[in-house]
């Protein structure tokens, strides 16, 4: 065999392999008419090598037209994955704030419904409340408050920097109106307290505690959620980029084909 | 309606010259691939090089737009193989006189301003 009839069958071998790159359904279509033309174009050609550098640089140029007008058809699709799965992972973290949210009241409920009760069947205010203080900023102990009906504290087992803290008047009217309210509230920068406030007889009793730790868990699952929908939609555009080159199927015959083909 | 609504689009909208010429060589009647590119590097010169990548690209396309439709025949120097071949559309020759009408105004116009020297006659 001739040292340039070698290097054509060496060229077309490569361009064949080159073929496969191209998008499944574009190859499964051209790809015989795509060899059969780079046959005929290296069969007429002076200069493998020259032919070769064509068919390379065609090659390239097309691929990387043919990828980029799929991309742009299938941005629609990569657009509703993603609204998907943002809405997934919105959905998720919300969910687990709100259970982790709920769950901070798990002590205060039962105590402050306990505290009620025992004050609505007479016992002094001071001998339900914990006997051990808590200071509202740095322990994570749930406390007890006891106010009078216009929501002057009458004894309570927490204080903040020395002070007994009244929750804000507008939930007092609330639970005055209602019987109870679950609320959250900031008696100074970086110190919340879930608290649920419950009616009695002679006034309001508050069960609460400090959400440092509940807040802590809240981060942590946001930054969960994040970094989950970051590698879920990192895979989704890899798997959407890559799809073409694997994935579809052949374009439908066309009509004007099986037309000529009838009998 | 849609596809009604591309294929006249792609008829009124100007060509790309890759479209422009593959048009161009199949107005002599149907080609298969090959064909085409060989006519187009006659019409268009060196300027225009078609590899059998970029032409069967625009040839998907301008399919999907109703410029050309595919036709399958026995090659004739090649036993019993069956080739694609493209001829044009209604809507192909349509865009195709649309586009040189285009161009003809645009070379009067360059005419008109001296940018372009009047063509001469053939030599005799």
Redesign the interface.
């Known amino acids: 065999m001739r040292a340039p009839q070698k290097l054509s069958r060496l060229i077309l071998a490569g361009y064949q392999v080159g073929l496969y790159l ?1 998008p499944t359904q ?1 190859r499964d ?2 790809a015989g ?2 060899r ?3 046959l ?2 290296m069969e007429e050609s002076a200069s493998p090598l020259r032919t070769g550098f ?2 390379a ?3 390239l ?3 990387i ?2 990828y980029f ?1 799929m991309t742009l058809d299938r941005v629609p699709q990569l657009v509703i994955l993603l609204t998907l799965t943002t809405f997934i992972a919105g959905t998720a973290a919300n969910i687990s704030h709100q259970v982790l949210r709920m769950s901070a009241n798990d002590p205060q409920i039962q105590m402050a419904e306990d505290a009620a009760q025992r004050l609505n069947a007479g016992e002094n205010a001071a001998s339900i409340v914990p006997d051990r203080k808590v200071d509202m900023a740095s322990s994570l102990a749930p406390f007890v408050t006891v106010y009078d009906d216009v929501g002057k504290p009458v004894a309570s087992s927490a204080s903040l920097d020395g002070i007994m803290l009244s929750p804000p008047r507008g939930v007092l009217d609330y639970v005055r109106a209602h019987g109870e309210e679950r609320v959250t509230w900031q008696p100074r920068p970086g110190v919340r307290i879930a608290s649920v406030v419950t009616r009695t007889a002679s006034g309001f009793v508050v069960a609460g505690r400090n959400m440092r730790e509940v807040e802590i868990r809240e981060n942590n699952v946001l930054k969960l959620a994040a970094l989950g929908w970051l590698a879920v939609n990192l895979a989704l555009i890899t798997i959407w980029l890559v799809t073409p080159i694997f994935g579809g199927g052949k374009p439908p015959r ?1 009509q ?2 099986e037309e ?2 009838a009998p | 309606m849609a596809v009604l609504d591309s294929k006249l689009d792609a008829e009124l909208a100007p060509l790309t010259p890759a479209v422009f010429h593959i048009l161009l060589a199949l107005a002599g009647g149907r080609k ?3 064909a085409i ?1 060989k006519e187009v590097a006659a019409d268009g010169g060196s300027s225009l ?9 625009s040839l ?2 301008m ?1 999907a737009a109703g410029l050309v ?5 026995a090659d004739e120097t090649d036993g019993d193989q069956r ?2 071949y493209y001829q044009l559309t209604g809507a192909g020759r349509r865009a195709l006189g649309g586009e040189t009408a285009r161009l003809r105004q645009a070379l009067w116009a360059a005419k008109r301003k001296g940018v372009v020297a009047p063509a001469r006659g053939p030599a005799r």
């Open positions: 191209y574009f279509w051209y008419e795509l059969r033309c780079a005929e174009m064509l068919l640089e065609d090659l140029r097309s691929l037209k043919e007008g066309l004007a084909t000529l083909e | 298969h691939g090959y590119m090089r078609m590899g059998p990548g970029t032409l069967y690209g998907q396309r399919t439709e595919e036709t399958e025949q080739r694609r």
